[in-house]
């Protein structure tokens, strides 16, 4: 049974970092591209970033790109997000997503899996 459990979300000022990660059970993480999308109130969920199993390819949405940092560590299972520069439109709930494919991550295509989510509230 495949698990992605999120972690790290909190209440921060803006201007604060905070650090996601997704421990991945269930399945050959190296294997998986991985990825994090949010959803805000009343939006709907949206792509921010996603590595490929090896870490090689990353992508990001561009109103993170140069704030938000993936990384992974396949030793560990983990996925993780690091967010600097945080700003009020942060504010989403951030779920983790695996997938063989990264290009099905990109495309917010059929996921395989998805973690519960994560909140993360940043005020002004």
């Known amino acids: 049974q495949v698990q992605l459990v999120e972690s790290g979300g909190e209440l921060v000022q803006a201007g604060s970092s905070l650090r996601l990660s997704c421990a991945a059970s269930g399945l050959t993480f190296s294997s998986y591209a991985m990825g994090w999308f949010r959803q805000a109130p009343g939006k709907e969920r949206e792509f921010v970033a996603t590595?490929?199993?090896?870490?090689?390819?990353?992508n990001y949405v561009d109103s993170v790109r140069g704030r938000f940092t993936i990384s992974r560590d396949n030793a560990k299972n983990t996925v993780y997000l690091q967010m600097n520069s945080l700003k009020p439109e942060d504010t989403a709930v951030y779920y983790c997503?695996?997938?063989?494919?990264?290009?099905?991550?990109?495309?917010?295509?059929?996921?395989?899996?998805w973690g519960k989510g994560t909140q993360v509230t940043v005020s002004s």
């Open positions: 997503a695996a997938d063989p494919f990264l290009g099905t991550i990109r495309r917010s295509g059929a996921i395989s899996y």
């Open positions: 590595i490929s199993g090896s870490g090689v390819l990353i």
